[in-house]
C-alpha cells in the first residue's frame, strides 16, 4: 500500500511554545489530507479536514486558531499547535488519500507531549 | 453526533481460537464499514472493509459479517495467532461531496496467548 510518513514521531516541547508536525505522501499525491488526535487508550477523532490549496475544515469543538493546518502540496500537509499546553499532549496521526472513496492510508503517528 | 460503538474493550483469545470484535451505529447515512488494526505506536492500518449491501466479506483469515437492520457489523479472526495482537477499530464512512468522514469505534485491545 501507499506510505505516508509524519516527523518528528515524538516531541516534547515547553508549555506556550508552538509545533509543527509534517506529515507527507510518499509514494502518491494526495489530494486530501486529515489529522486525527488519539488520547491514551482512546479511539482517533477527526480533528480537520485539508484538501490541497485550500483552507481546512474542523470539526466542531476543534480550535482552527489553535491547531493551524497548511495543506500546500499534493504531498505534504503540515499541523502547527500554536501555544502548546500539557491538555494538548496526545498522539497525533494524519491520513492521506487520493480521491474520495479511496482509502486513507494513515501515518504512524507523531507522540506530542508538553511539559 | 454520529456514534459508532465497540465491544469488547478488551479481549484474550488463546492462539488457534476465534476473534469476535462487534460494532453498531446509530445512524443509516455511512457508506461503508472498514477495520483498522493498530500496533502500539503506529498509526491504523486498514484491514477489511464492507459496502452496507454486503452481508459478509473474508480476506483470509478475517471476516466481516454486517446485519444492515439491526445495524451491527462484527470482525471475526479465525486461528488467531499471536502475531494478531493489537487494538482493533471499527469506523464507519461517510461520502459527501468531497466531505469525507471517518468515525471510529472506541477500540479493542486484543491479545492471543499461546
Known amino acids: 500500500g501507499a506510505v505516508v510518513s509524519q516527523h518528528p514521531s515524538w516531541v516534547i516541547c515547553k508549555s506556550g511554545t508552538s509545533v509543527k508536525i509534517e506529515c507527507r505522501s510518499l509514494d502518491f499525491q494526495a489530494t486530501t489530507m486529515f489529522w486525527y488526535r488519539q488520547f491514551p487508550k482512546q479511539s482517533l477523532m477527526l480533528m480537520a479536514t485539508?484538501?490541497?490549496?485550500?483552507?481546512?475544515?474542523?470539526e466542531q469543538g476543534v480550535e482552527k486558531d489553535k491547531f493551524l493546518i497548511n495543506h500546500a502540496s499534493l504531498t505534504l500537509s503540515t499541523l502547527t499547535v500554536t501555544s502548546a499546553h500539557p491538555e494538548d499532549s496526545s498522539f497525533y496521526i494524519c491520513?492521506?488519500?487520493?480521491?474520495?472513496?479511496?482509502?486513507?492510508?494513515f501515518g504512524p503517528g507523531t507522540r506530542l507531549t508538553v511539559l | 453526533q454520529q456514534q459508532v460503538k465497540q465491544s469488547p474493550q478488551s479481549l484474550i483469545v488463546q492462539k488457534g481460537g476465534i476473534s469476535i470484535i462487534n460494532c453498531a451505529y446509530e445512524n443509516t447515512a455511512f457508506d461503508y464499514f472498514p477495520w483498522y488494526q493498530q500496533f502500539p505506536g503506529k498509526g491504523p492500518a486498514l484491514l477489511i472493509a464492507i459496502r452496507p449491501d454486503v452481508s459478509e466479506k473474508k480476506e483470509g483469515r478475517f471476516t466481516i459479517s454486517f446485519n444492515k437492520s439491526a445495524k451491527q457489523f462484527s470482525l471475526h479472526i479465525m486461528d488467531s495467532q499471536p502475531g494478531d495482537s493489537a487494538t482493533y477499530f471499527c469506523a464507519a464512512v461517510t461520502l459527501n461531496f468531497g466531505n469525507e468522514k471517518l468515525t471510529f469505534g472506541t477500540g479493542t485491545r486484543l491479545t492471543i496467548i499461546p
Open positions: 491520513s492521506a488519500r487520493v480521491a474520495e472513496g479511496n482509502e486513507q492510508f
Open positions: 485539508s484538501n490541497e490549496g485550500s483552507k481546512a475544515t474542523y
